[in-house]
């Protein structure tokens, strides 16, 4: 695989495509995140025969800054990627922070995004009936967000990853996150942490489109309880808990959730189309 570009009037998205078949996914990454997928993810993909859109996100990776005060203002953005790639119907996959952007697509474009996969992903936490199920040192830290200037956040996430890097010296995919991780000294990190505590710019609560969340009881990064608080703040949504990851060591719960959550709904896609 390869990246893909598409220009747009202040910049450009960086992005790469596995498979060709239907229906298009649209997915979006986490806090450390890229245009790569795994090995066991693009072999999933090609199986359930969909095609599946991965995009960077401002700052992240080869895609270019852009000027974002709320999540909302994404949807500029993709408004020219629906245009460059023709996109007419699609399923939003947001995976961890990626939610925020799975949202934020559905609401704006109704007619395009057909249903919302949600994968341990960040909830709205800027409502205090969500972020009240995080712990305190946790929403200390949220509310920080609002006050530090983006240079601090940025400083901070260099070095939190510079360890976690070491530790991943022979995995090729996560090397190639990491870098693009790192792109503008973290920049894409620090801002999409500012923007998911302040008001996201739209209504959340007037999605229509159905929404699965899937979500690891354990998870230690978003609490379940906060997933389960969003059942109550979207129209129409379902939360599935995900299942043996209770053996898990705590710190890859959530990734493991994650990706059992993909595969699992991407098998429930293809056994469904197969059925019809």
Same mark, same amino acid.
């Given at each position: 695989?390869?990246?893909?570009?598409?220009?747009?009037?202040?910049?450009?998205?960086?992005?790469?495509?596995?498979? *060709?078949?239907?229906?298009?996914?649209?997915?979006?990454?986490?806090?450390?995140?890229?245009? %790569?997928?795994?090995? =066991?993810?693009?072999?999933?993909?090609? *199986?359930?025969?969909?095609?599946?859109?991965?995009?960077? /996100?401002?700052?992240?990776?080869?895609?270019?800054?852009?000027?974002?005060?709320?999540?909302?203002?994404?949807?500029?953005?993709?408004?020219?990627?629906?245009?460059?790639?023709?996109?007419?119907?699609?399923?939003?996959?947001?995976?961890?922070?990626?939610?925020?952007?799975?949202?934020?697509?559905?609401?704006?474009?109704?007619?395009?995004? #057909?249903?919302? %996969?949600? !994968?341990?992903?960040?909830?709205?936490?800027? !409502?205090?009936?969500?972020?009240?199920?995080?712990?305190?040192?946790?929403?200390?830290?949220?509310?920080?967000?609002?006050?530090?200037?983006?240079?601090?956040?940025?400083?901070?996430?260099?070095?939190?990853?510079?360890?976690?890097? =070491?530790?991943?010296?022979?995995?090729?995919?996560? !090397?190639?996150?990491?870098?693009?991780?790192?792109?503008?000294?973290?920049?894409?990190?620090? /801002?999409?942490?500012?923007?998911?505590? /302040?008001? %996201?710019?739209?209504?959340?609560?007037?999605? *229509?489109?159905?929404?699965?969340?899937?979500?690891?009881?354990?998870?230690?990064?978003?609490?379940?309880?906060?997933? /389960? =608080?969003? #059942?109550?703040?979207?129209?129409?949504?379902?939360?599935? #808990?995900?299942?043996?990851?209770?053996?898990?060591? =705590? *710190? #890859?719960?959530?990734?493991?959730?994650?990706?059992?959550?993909?595969?699992?709904?991407?098998?429930? !896609?293809?056994?469904?189309?197969?059925?019809?």
């Amino acid at each position: 695989m390869s990246k893909q570009f598409i220009p747009l009037k202040d910049g450009k998205i960086a992005y790469q495509i596995y498979g *060709q078949g239907q229906p298009t996914l649209i997915l979006f990454h986490g806090l450390i995140g890229s245009s %790569w997928l795994s090995d =066991e993810w693009v072999e999933a993909i090609e *199986q359930a025969d969909v095609r599946c859109i991965v995009l960077e /996100r401002p700052g992240y990776g080869d895609s270019s800054i852009f000027s974002i005060d709320c999540v909302a203002d994404w949807n500029i953005i993709f408004a020219q990627v629906i245009s460059a790639l023709k996109i007419q119907s699609a399923i939003a996959v947001g995976c961890s922070a990626g939610a925020v952007y799975a949202y934020a697509t559905a609401f704006a474009f109704p007619d395009i995004i #057909t249903h919302v %996969w949600v !994968l341990d992903g960040v909830p709205a936490v800027f !409502l205090e009936t969500v972020i009240r199920h995080y712990s305190r040192d946790d929403q200390i830290t949220y509310n920080r967000f609002l006050v530090r200037p983006i240079a601090e956040i940025q400083d901070d996430y260099a070095t939190w990853l510079k360890v976690f890097s =070491e530790q991943q010296s022979d995995n090729p995919y996560m !090397l190639n996150i990491l870098k693009d991780a790192r792109a503008n000294h973290y920049i894409g990190m620090a /801002r999409e942490s500012q923007l998911q505590i /302040r008001p %996201w710019g739209f209504d959340i609560s007037a999605m *229509q489109q159905p929404v699965t969340l899937w979500h690891a009881e354990n998870d230690a990064m978003v609490p379940y309880n906060a997933a /389960r =608080e969003m #059942t109550h703040v979207l129209a129409n949504s379902t939360l599935v #808990t995900a299942n043996d990851l209770d053996i898990s060591p =705590e *710190q #890859t719960i959530h990734s493991e959730s994650i990706s059992q959550g993909f595969l699992h709904l991407l098998k429930q !896609l293809q056994n469904y189309r197969d059925v019809d």
